[in-house]
């Protein structure tokens, strides 16, 4: 599977909107990109998934850049319940197990 | 309510015993995971099981065993074999049906420490 690259920490304020990058240049053409949460000590938490067009649900939205070696995810609207680390993974359609390969993920402080 | 639960959430051992872990999930998934992860960092994957009586070894086995007697239970025994068995400890699920997606459903942990 690809290896994704995440800056270590972010801040955002509280109401404006988080952008959290993701690079992942070596990224194959049957591979998604998957983003997941995980608040302090707490088990991660599935947000959004994509292949090549742009998604968008409850949570956030995924975009994806047209080569697919990047992609941002935004939520719109930070609330102090969003401070999290980010993870940004990529994997194949099919891997043994299907398994999720979590690297140090972004540090999201949302600030009053 | 469906989900994955873990107890005990938090748990004590002294150096040397061995520990089992419990996971248990309602969710009729056949894919069960055991991560492990350390302060700051991502999480690393022990063991997996795609189905019942089955079971694969992740990325850093050594020192850990697991069963998968009943598609509902995945226990983790973490054994003294373990050189730093200090972590916190996640187990996961996956439904077959979600495929090719790979949303993986998370229990809360459970935080060990060995004295």
């Known amino acids: 599977d690809a290896k994704t690259t995440q800056p270590t920490s972010m801040d955002c304020a509280e109401g404006r909107a988080a952008n959290l990058p993701c690079n992942h240049s070596?990224?194959?053409?049957?591979?998604?990109v998957y983003w997941y949460r995980q608040i302090h000590s707490q088990g991660p938490q599935y947000i959004i998934h994509g292949l090549k067009n742009n998604e968008t649900n409850e949570m956030a939205s995924l975009i994806i850049t047209e080569d697919r070696k990047s992609s941002t995810l935004i939520l719109p609207h930070a609330t102090l319940r969003d401070t999290a680390v980010y993870y940004c993974i990529v994997r194949a359609l099919h891997n043994a197990g299907n398994m999720l390969t979590f690297g140090g993920g972004t540090r999201l402080m949302v600030k009053p | 309510d469906g989900g994955i639960t873990q107890s005990p959430k938090y748990l004590f051992r002294k150096e040397g015993q061995n520990v089992t872990l419990s996971c248990e999930q309602n969710?009729?998934?056949?894919?069960m995971y055991w991560y492990r992860q350390d302060p700051g960092q991502g999480l690393r994957l022990i063991y997996y099981s795609q189905i019942v009586n089955d079971f694969q070894k992740g990325d850093i086995a050594e020192g850990y065993s697991v069963s998968r007697e009943k598609k509902e239970s995945f226990p983790l025994t973490v054994t003294s074999a373990q050189k730093n068995p200090t972590a916190f400890y996640l187990c996961?699920?996956?439904?077959?049906?979600?495929?090719?997606?790979?949303?993986?459903?998370f229990g809360p942990g459970t935080r060990l420490t060995v004295l």
């Open positions: 996961a699920s996956r439904g077959t049906s979600s495929a090719p997606y790979n949303e993986q459903f």
């Open positions: 969710l009729n998934h056949d894919a």
């Open positions: 070596t990224i194959s053409g049957n591979e998604y």
